[in-house]
């Protein structure tokens, strides 16, 4: 089993819907929970950070997070063409290491 | 915000060769610095942890002779590739954590070996 699990994918929305993607970890002992974006070419630039359970928005992004599922989700509302790239999910131990998800590649379609 | 410059974006040499890859941080001080490798299509991978002042810790299957990491300052890692050959020929990118707040990617080098 990966320490971090995300569907690769392709996922396909069409614009102005909502994408949802999700994220699985393994070491319950995970502290702080990231989300980057990267598309293609160049490198993963960080989109939002979530430490506590429940929902922390900022603008059109929401993460959410459930420790006691081992889950973490992004959500994207009023998609855009613009948000068509790949996300990384990544963890963190007290370790202070970062752990990476293979990325779901998201589409948005005009 | 955290920034961390990479150099050079891009580098095409002989095989056979060595290429030094720098990664700075620029308005923060970064003890530890990651260096990752990526191939088209493909996720992340963790080559090294840089550790400022110390000997770098590799992951399993990452030759160290091959890919040697120096961390001299707080600000200043590097990477080399040595006696480089086609099948290195991919996207390195570091990146350095501030105050917990997730990392800071470089821009990444794109290296060639012909």
């Known amino acids: 089993q990966k320490e971090v699990e995300q569907n690769s994918g392709p996922l396909s929305v069409p614009e102005g819907a909502i994408a949802s993607l999700n994220c699985t970890y393994s070491?319950?002992?995970?502290?702080?929970f990231f989300w980057y974006r990267q598309y293609s070419g160049k490198s993963p630039e960080l989109i939002m950070f979530i430490y506590s359970n429940g929902d922390k928005e900022d603008g059109r992004f929401t993460a959410q997070l459930n420790k006691a599922s081992q889950y973490v989700s992004l959500l994207i509302r009023d998609s855009q063409p613009s948000d068509s790239a790949t996300y990384l999910c990544a963890v963190n131990t007290n370790a202070g290491k970062s752990t990476f998800g293979d990325g779901t590649t998201l589409t948005v379609k005009p | 915000g955290a920034v961390v410059s990479q150099h050079p974006s891009r580098v095409i040499c002989k095989s056979g060769t060595s290429v030094k890859i720098e990664c700075r941080s620029l308005?923060?001080?970064?003890?530890?610095m990651f260096w990752y490798r990526q191939f088209p299509k493909q996720s992340l991978m963790l080559m090294a942890t840089?550790?400022?002042?110390?000997?770098?810790?590799?992951e399993q299957g990452v030759e160290k002779d091959k890919f040697l990491i120096n961390h001299a300052s707080l600000t200043l890692s590097t990477l080399t590739v040595t006696s480089a050959h086609p099948e290195d020929s991919s996207f390195y990118i570091c990146s350095a954590e501030q105050n917990g707040y997730g990392y800071t990617f470089g821009s990444g080098t794109r290296l060639t070996v012909v």
């Open positions: 308005d923060f001080q970064a003890t530890t």
């Open positions: 070491d319950r002992g995970s502290q702080s």
């Open positions: 840089s550790n400022e002042g110390s000997k770098a810790t590799y």
